[in-house]
């Protein structure tokens, strides 16, 4: 028994298909407008929000910065049925209000991921929270995250993606998009012939595989209020960092002639570049620490968060990249 999902869902298609179910979460008082209204500003710059996007193929990671609707955050709330605007916010968990929620979703996560098999505990998870103006859309993206999306307020179709479908995005966009070298996913219409398109309406959840492509648009009827949880598991984690690897070999090792095969296709080799990754990630540490004692404000740029970037891992590993790779014979 799930205390955030119906039991309509489906484990064994977790990270392979997306699917529709339902939630069990309508009326929870932290998604009240009420509360939302108290909770938003104290959450700072977790709270970014842009004009409503109207591309499919419009930039979503960098929107709240190119995109400004020119409002505060509380007039962007107060006014969200007419403004044409759409708020993104990550990690409500930090606010007291909506703790003990993501608390039951960590808790049903683990549940499904010990019934197909995948892991006792989900990793990294983290919720946001989108609200949006009738008719906004968000533009073709994946998530980096595995993920499920929950409604709560007005309808949308969502369209959703299998993932390793190179039709849809290529090796290369997955390996860039993910190490955030190239935050502008490609989108073409063509592409939309292998969507699993869903009407989604307050009281269903979907799931969107780890690495899943897909777009919303919201109905023109109400404004859009819906929540997210993006998680890890071990093998999405492996793979996340498998990718990160692979940019780096392809940005950095093309002039000797190497290409590394795709990540999750025959002779790729995934595991070693997993294992790679915090080897790397640990020696760019190391000298971004040294730096920081050197030179602690012209190296506060190497500081290592939770995922170290292509850009930061090309620039400092090198010598430990090539001699990997003639280790794994992968390029
Ligand atoms: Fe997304």
Redesign the pocket.
């Known amino acids: 028994m799930y205390q955030c999902f119906n039991n309509d869902i489906q484990p064994g298609c977790l990270d392979k298909s997306p699917f529709q179910f339902g939630h069990r979460l309508m009326g929870h008082p932290a998604l009240e407008l009420g509360n939302l209204a108290t909770a938003l500003p104290a959450l700072g710059e977790r709270v970014m929000y842009s004009k409503g996007l109207s591309s499919l193929g419009a930039n979503?990671d960098r929107a709240h910065l190119d995109d400004q609707n020119g409002l505060s955050i509380e007039e962007t709330i107060e006014q969200i049925r007419t403004t044409q605007s759409y708020i993104a916010v990550r990690g409500p968990e930090h606010h007291p209000s909506f703790k003990d929620l993501h608390r039951v979703m960590c808790e049903d996560i683990a549940q499904l991921m010990r019934a197909n098999g995948t892991g006792q505990l989900p990793e990294n998870a983290e919720m946001?929270l989108f609200i949006a103006s009738p008719g906004a859309i968000?533009p073709f993206?994946?998530?980096r995250f595995s993920?499920f999306?929950l409604q709560f307020r007005g309808s949308k179709e969502v369209a959703v993606f299998e993932p390793w479908n190179d039709e849809v995005i290529t090796p290369l966009q997955y390996e860039a998009y993910t190490a955030r070298n190239d935050r502008q996913m490609d989108w073409a219409d063509e592409k939309d012939r292998f969507a699993h398109k869903f009407h989604f309406h307050p009281g269903q959840a979907i799931h969107?595989p780890f690495l899943g492509g897909?777009y919303?648009k919201n109905g023109p009827g109400d404004v859009s209020i819906s929540m997210?949880i993006?998680y890890d598991t071990d093998e999405t984690r492996r793979f996340k960092q498998a990718l990160v690897i692979n940019d780096l070999i392809r940005r950095r090792a093309a002039r000797f002639g190497w290409q590394p095969n795709p990540v999750n296709s025959p002779g790729s080799l995934d595991g070693l570049k997993s294992g790679l990754y915090p080897v790397v990630k640990g020696a760019a540490g190391l000298k971004g620490r040294i730096l920081r004692l050197a030179r602690p404000a012209a190296s506060a740029h190497a500081a290592g968060g939770l995922w170290l970037h292509g850009a930061e891992l090309m620039a400092e590993s090198e010598p430990l990249l090539l001699g990997g790779l003639r280790m794994m014979g992968a390029a």
Request: net charge negative; hydrophobic share 60%.
């Open positions: 979503l946001w968000t993206h994946f998530d993920n999306l969107i897909h919303v997210a993006f």
